[in-house]
């Protein structure tokens, strides 16, 4: 490591370490971050060659329990309803996101206000905005300005991805049915954009893009913050951050590919290790003067967990919607069933995104279909035919309510460790009877769409298990430090040189995919860094 103290250390090079760090450098700042995995490696991305269905699966796998790379860290998930995926490198949980690019809507900051449960978010969409339009253009976000779901404002630079004829089809009908709808925004280029080249729209965004149209960090970001001095230290596994006599932060101790140990010190530490990675180096790092995980004296870290249910409904058409292709985005979306009616037994709602189905091999498998609805066996040639480009999916991001009773612990079995023997996480999740009755008015409404634009029957996928993509809430963001665990800007209120600025300290989850926010919160928390950088606490 250099010799010189950084300024910052930034643990995780996903989507909000990336956009930290390029923000501070180029603000001066000398910047050092430490990501436990490698770079992506899209030769391996094969969307290109007819192995691309059998390999996707082994390469590009969700789950870090079956990937197991040495980069991962087991996840206990035998408490949860769902799944957690993720994926450690260079570009964190983008490298495999389906790039639906969500900013959250005005209410999404108001639910205590308007809605009476949870928590207001101590930020505006209005605080964020700004920042929501200088990301935009940072990651190449395709999309149209004017949606009549969101505040007026500054769209994305490039515009939308074609709707294709299945999201003809279900625009008409939404027009018809007077349902909202709009061109999809994605983090996926329509033209040449900076180091982004236009989509072929081969569907396959999920699994690594191997065309370099899809806008993730390592793309990005990472070549001009390095290019600005920058330093990105790959395989270095985080064991536990120290603290000096101050009650600071002054660095973290780690391990590196070869597994030697070595200090990385800084003046000021940022985490952005995801909701749950974050949390679990929090409890490593517990010491005298934290015995329950460094910055926990509210109790909350690693509480409130938040993952997002998904479901899909899938409609069936005679004709060919060409739905073997397309982007793995989404080409429209519907926020008609968005905002909280109580006559309908729950609060807040859910994002629909409608989505192609892919090929072959994916008419077969649990996403998008479910478990339930599987077709081998007798007439499992025909049911392949009715499926394949004759079915259009939409997609629900449901909100769900943080509940302490979700949560991430470090896993007690001396068997479920990492790499380099650390405990590994375990999830407490439970979808509440809340959610449970959005699934339910969501899904049936999504009947209705598809069968107002032709289709002869739907599909509805009972939960479907592997679908944690989204990680929320465990270091909740707060005015109040005996109810939180960072201020607004991120900085947690038992340690002022300790920040975090991942989707962990969301208090609440709204119904949108969330790295727009994600990053939006990263350069609203780096600027206000820059801005007081000579008020900053520092470690010496």
Not at 26 to 34: H, I, Q, R, T
Not at 62 to 83: A, F, G, Q, V
Not at 150 to 158: L, R, S, V
Not at 302 to 312: I, N, Q, S, V
Request: charged share 20%; net charge negative; proline share 7%.
């Amino acid at each position: 490591m250099a010799d010189a103290i950084p300024d910052v250390l930034v643990i995780g090079a996903g989507a909000s370490g990336s956009v930290a760090v390029k923000h501070l450098v180029e603000a001066g700042f000398d910047v050092v971050c430490l990501e436990q995995g490698g770079w992506p490696d899209y030769s391996k991305a094969r969307a290109a060659h007819p192995d691309y269905e059998l390999t996707a699966g082994r390469d590009w796998a969700w789950d870090p329990n079956l990937r197991k790379s040495p980069s991962d860290y087991p996840i206990n998930d035998e408490e949860s309803d769902i799944t957690a995926l993720n994926w450690n490198g260079v570009g964190g949980g983008t490298v495999m996101y389906a790039a639906h690019w969500q900013r959250n809507m005005p209410s999404d900051f108001r639910v205590r206000t308007l809605d009476g449960v949870a928590d207001d978010w101590p930020i505006t969409y209005e605080d964020l905005e700004p920042y929501y339009v200088k990301v935009e253009r940072d990651w190449g976000v395709s999309g149209l300005a004017g949606d009549t779901a969101f505040p007026p404002g500054e769209g994305p630079p490039m515009p939308p991805v074609p709707l294709g004829e299945m999201g003809k089809r279900v625009a008409r009908a939404h027009n018809e049915l007077g349902w909202h709808w709009w061109p999809g925004p994605n983090a996926i280029a329509t033209r040449p954009y900076g180091r982004l080249r236009p989509c072929v729209q081969r569907a396959t965004c999920l699994r690594g893009c191997a065309d370099g149209a899809k806008a993730t960090p390592d793309i990005m970001y990472w070549p001009d913050a390095i290019n600005k001095g920058a330093k990105l230290y790959t395989h270095a596994r985080v064991k536990r951050l120290l603290m000096n006599d101050q009650g600071l932060v002054e660095g973290a101790l780690f391990v590196d590919k070869e597994g030697h140990e070595a200090v990385q010190k800084a003046k000021v530490t940022i985490l952005c290790a995801n909701g749950v990675g974050t949390p679990r180096l929090l409890l490593l790092s517990a010491n005298d003067q934290f015995p329950d995980g460094l910055a926990n004296s509210s109790g909350l870290v690693g509480k409130r967990l938040m993952m997002h249910p998904f479901g899909t409904v899938v409609g069936l058409f005679e004709d060919d919607l060409g739905s073997t292709q397309g982007i793995w985005g989404q080409h429209i979306h519907c926020l008609e069933f968005y905002e909280t009616d109580e006559s309908r037994g729950f609060v807040r709602g859910a994002k629909w995104g409608l989505q192609p189905t892919g090929g072959p091999l994916a008419m077969t498998q649990a996403y998008p279909w479910g478990e339930e609805n599987a077709i081998w066996g007798e007439g499992f040639q025909e049911q392949v035919k009715r499926r394949l480009g004759h079915s259009a999916m939409w997609g629900f991001i449901f909100e769900d309510l943080p509940e302490e009773h979700n949560r991430v612990e470090l896993d007690p079995d001396p068997n479920n460790v990492d790499s380099d023997g650390l405990p590994g996480a375990k999830l407490f999740y439970k979808m509440s009877e809340n959610s449970l009755r959005m699934i339910d008015f969501h899904q049936k409404r999504a009947q209705e769409s598809l069968e107002a634009a032709g289709a002869y029957e739907t599909v509805v996928a009972p939960q479907i298990r592997a679908t944690g993509w989204h990680l929320l809430g465990t270091c909740k963001m707060g005015d109040d430090p005996a109810t939180s665990v960072v201020d607004r800007y991120g900085r947690c209120h038992d340690i002022p040189n300790l920040y975090i600025y991942d989707g962990s300290v969301w208090p609440t989850s709204s119904g949108m995919n969330p790295t727009a926010t994600i990053a939006a919160f990263a350069l609203w928390g780096a600027d206000h860094l820059v801005k007081q950088r000579r008020e900053q606490l520092v470690a010496a």
